[in-house]
């Protein structure tokens, strides 16, 4: 049982390079999200996934997209990275009960440098 | 909507001493509470989490957190701290209604433990 997994670990872009971040859980999670880390910031979500097929918008979507095409996927996508969007980014997947918060299990984190 | 405030960005204190790591939030109703903790260049985990009933919650490692409806308070304790509790911490508050499933991060606590 591997949770969540995150791939790639590191990746180092130039600005206006595309690149998608890939999250898979095994846990068979109904919600999966995407956050960002910045120092003194805490986490911030980007999207997220209620199920299979659906995305929503976090705090900060504007520059990523998402796709949920199987449940135990969920992608990341940057079309034109930006300084700004160096970053560490972590999946978190949760089994999510009706009227209840579940518990997020999250991912080992995807460092993230656009030069 | 719901916020949460940690007010100490660093603590440092000595092995062996107790802790106190303070958590305050906003939410208008019963808030779903946690603790998460991240140790240097790994994901997050979960510490413990507050749902309802007990006021005083366990969770792992020797942790405890104390739930003050009071005072918007949710502070993490510990009595005796070990040189590998050396981390960062972040206190999160769960959604309800059409934000359910999401969660909102404090900024942090890094804590710095003295041998």
């Known amino acids: 049982n591997a949770g969540v997994t995150q791939t790639p670990k590191f990746r180092v872009l130039k600005t206006g390079q595309s690149m998608t971040l890939l999250c898979a859980q095994d846990?068979?999670?109904?919600?999966m999200y995407w956050y960002r880390q910045d120092p003194g910031m805490g986490l911030r979500l980007i999207h997220y996934?209620?199920?299979?097929?659906?995305?929503a918008k976090g705090e900060v979507p504007d520059g990523y997209n998402v796709s949920r095409l199987k449940k135990q996927n969920f992608l990341l996508g940057l079309e034109s990275a930006a300084p700004s969007q160096t970053s560490v980014y972590f999946c978190?997947?949760?089994?999510?009960?009706?009227?209840?918060?579940?518990?997020?299990?999250f991912g080992p984190g995807t460092r993230l440098l656009v030069l | 909507a719901q916020s949460v405030t940690q007010p100490d960005i660093h603590i440092t204190v000595s092995e062996g001493a107790s802790l106190e790591l303070r958590c305050n939030y906003s939410?208008?109703?019963?808030?779903?509470l946690f603790w998460y903790v991240q140790s240097p260049g790994q994901g997050l985990q979960l510490l413990l989490k507050?749902?309802?009933?007990?006021?005083l919650v366990q969770g792992i490692k020797g942790f405890e957190a104390e739930f003050k409806r009071s005072q918007s308070s949710f502070n993490l304790r510990k009595p005796s701290v070990h040189w590998s509790d050396a981390a960062e911490y972040f206190c999160?508050?769960?959604?309800?209604?059409?934000?359910?499933?999401?969660?909102?991060f404090g900024r942090g606590t890094q804590l710095t433990v003295w041998p």
């Open positions: 939410y208008g109703a019963t808030p779903y």
């Open positions: 846990m068979n999670h109904e919600y």
């Open positions: 507050y749902f309802s009933g007990d006021t």
């Open positions: 999160a508050v769960g959604g309800r209604g059409s934000t359910l499933g999401r969660l909102y």
């Open positions: 978190a997947s949760s089994y999510q009960l009706a009227e209840v918060q579940e518990t997020q299990y």
């Open positions: 996934s209620v199920g299979e097929g659906t995305t």
